[in-house]
Every structure is written in C-alpha cells, then in structure tokens.
C-alpha cells in the first residue's frame, strides 16, 4: 500500500494530543511556542489533551513525558534540543524510545537551514515512539516560535494523522 494510500486512510482523523514545554523562563504567559502548537493542533482539529511546562531538568522531562503518553497518542515537545549543557530533552526522549523516526530530524534541519543557514545544525530536533504500548509518537521541536511553526506547518500536522495510524497498527 502506497503512502498516499495510508495518508488518505487517516485523512479526517482527529488526533489525541499533549504539548509539553521544556523551560527553566517561560511560563503559561508567556509560551508563545506552546501556544502555536495548541492552536496549530485544534485548528486542524485534533485535540489537546494535556499542556505542561517543565523545567529543564532531565527527571522533570522524563516525568512529564511518561505522564502525557497515557492518555495522548501523540506529544509535542519545545525546547531543550540544541547543544547546550542544559538541554536535556533530546537525551530524555532517546532513552524512552522504542523506535525512532529519524526522518523528521533530518528533513526539519533541511528545511531550518533552508531559513537560517549553517546554524541548522545545531538543532537536535527529533521524533520516535514510546509510552506504555510503545504507540505513542514523540515529536521534540527547539523552542523557538519560528521553529515550532516550521516543523507543524511543514512537517508534523500533514502528517500527523497518518503517523499516529502507523503508530497504532499491529506488527
């Protein structure tokens, strides 16, 4: 069956979602990135289960991340994905993978670079899945708001219906 066959299976499938914000500075006033994801999510009528801002701290992320995958089929998360000492969500979410998705990785750097130059590199942005059935989708965006916006609008909600299916089908 061909992708596109997959993709118009799932087409009209309203997606149980959580965001989570990974931030030692924002707060619920001021998660202009969290914002975008919910919005971007409920206008293109999935749901938004769950949101929750956590510290940068490895065993908050991890916390946090288990918490969500019950009831949500999909997380996205902001922040914590470039390089720095204190970004810890890339770390997290790879030693809660059962399997990766490293697609979206790569084609999130192409087309980040595609808007700022070399310094796309620095972006460990990732996806995989995980959670107690393993058939919960992770996706882990930077936390910037031009970020977030490219990876929903380019890559995660024309997707996203079709990932969770795929997610969700018997071996």
Do not use: K, W
């Not at 500075?25 to 994801?37: E, F, L, M, P, Y």
């Not at 992320?61 to 288990?66: F, S, V």
């Amino acid at each position: 069956m061909s992708a596109e066959h997959h993709r118009q299976r799932a087409a009209g499938r309203s997606v149980a979602s959580a965001v989570l914000t990974v931030s030692d500075t924002r707060t619920a006033a001021t998660d202009a990135s969290g914002d975008h994801i919910a919005m971007a999510l409920e206008a293109a009528g999935h749901s938004v289960l769950a949101r929750e801002i956590v510290r940068d701290d490895a065993e908050a992320i991890r916390t946090a991340l288990l918490r969500l995958a019950e009831p949500a089929r999909v997380v996205i998360a902001t922040g914590g994905t470039g390089i720095a000492g204190r970004d810890r969500t890339v770390r997290v979410a790879e030693s809660l993978f059962t399997s990766e998705i490293p697609g979206f990785g790569e084609l999130f750097r192409l087309l980040s670079y595609r808007e700022i130059g070399a310094a796309a590199m620095l972006s460990r942005a990732c996806a995989g899945l995980y959670g107690p059935d393993g058939r919960t989708v992770l996706f882990c965006c930077p936390g910037s708001t031009a970020a977030v916006r490219l990876a929903m609008d380019a890559l995660i909600l024309p997707e996203l219906a079709h990932v969770a299916a795929e997610a969700e089908r018997e071996a």
